[in-house]
Nanobody
Framework: QVQLVESGGGLVQPGGSLRLSCAGS????????MGWYRQVPGKERELVAT???????NYVDSVKGRFTISRDNAKNTVYLQMNSLKFEDTAVYYC???????????????WGQGTLVTVSS
């Protein structure tokens, strides 16, 4: 069974930093795009950042210059370094990955369990 396990959320003051990690485990033949979404209760899930296997990166405008996405392909892990955090960054953060379980299977998207980031003074 393939799964993504997140860690690193928590409570931080405005202006502070957190680093989220998301590690894939199980039968993973290949990972393609990995990324992070976030969701505030009552609102739609928002795409925060994505990174391809080759390192192409995209960010939502609201986090550019503050967040950095990276990945370690050898560890099947994606990271999100969040600096200069603001109240409006408070949300549950979900990682995702497009994976192939074997050379015979198509890509499918799997999700992490979510980790809460709270920015509060």
């Amino acid at each position: 069974q393939v799964q993504l396990v997140e860690s690193g959320g928590g409570l931080v003051q405005p202006g502070g930093s957190l680093r989220l990690s998301c590690a894939g485990s199980g039968s993973i033949f290949r990972l393609n795009v990995m990324g992070w979404y976030r969701q505030v209760p009552g609102k739609e899930r928002e795409l925060v950042a994505t990174i391809t296997t080759g390192g192409n990166i995209n960010y939502v405008d609201s986090v550019k210059g503050r967040f950095t996405i990276s990945r370690d392909n050898a560890k099947n892990t994606v990271y999100l370094q969040m600096n200069s955090l603001k109240f409006e960054d408070t949300a549950v953060y979900y990682c995702y990955a497009d994976i192939r379980g074997s050379s015979y299977s198509a890509y499918r998207t799997i999700w992490g369990q979510g980790t809460l980031v709270t920015v509060s003074s």
